[in-house]
Nanobody, 128 residues
Framework: QVQLVESGGGLVQAGGSLTLSCAAS????????MGWFRQAPGKEREFIAT???????TYGDSVLGRHGISRDNAKNTVYLQMNSLKPEDTAVYYC??????????????????????WGQGTQVTVAS
């Protein structure tokens, strides 16, 4: 059983930056695809970014060019560097993990139903 714990959320001014971390335990981290999603009040959960075991990365359209995902397999941690933050980035941000299946497409991991494990979420609030 994989456990995920997010940290790094908080209040930031528009245009600012924030880095989220997600520490994983209970599994072989470098065999997992790690993703970030967010959910704002009254909205569906939205894909932000994902990074496969082999380094393949893809981003959601709303954050492309502003955010960056990375992972440190030695620390069992995945990061989301968020830049040029906007008020519409305000949401609860969730880390997710799934055992990577090589036959799967990278695009498969843009769907939240693909992920078996989820963190509890961390709130990010961007003030205008």
């Amino acid at each position: 059983q994989v456990q995920l714990v997010e940290s790094g959320g908080g209040l930031v001014q528009a245009g600012g930056s924030l880095t989220l971390s997600c520490a994983a335990s209970g599994g072989t981290f470098n065999m997992y695809t790690m993703g970030w999603f967010r959910q704002a009040p009254g909205k569906e959960r939205e894909f932000i970014a994902t990074m496969r075991w082999n380094g393949q990365i893809t981003y959601g359209d709303s954050v492309l060019g502003r955010h960056g995902i990375s992972r440190d397999n030695a620390k069992n941690t995945v990061y989301l560097q968020m830049n040029s933050l906007k008020p519409e980035d305000t949401a609860v941000y969730y880390c997710a993990a799934d055992r990577d299946i090589r036959a799967d497409s990278l695009w498969d991991y843009k769907t939240d139903s693909k992920y078996a494990y989820w963190g509890q979420g961390t709130q990010v609030t961007v003030a205008s």
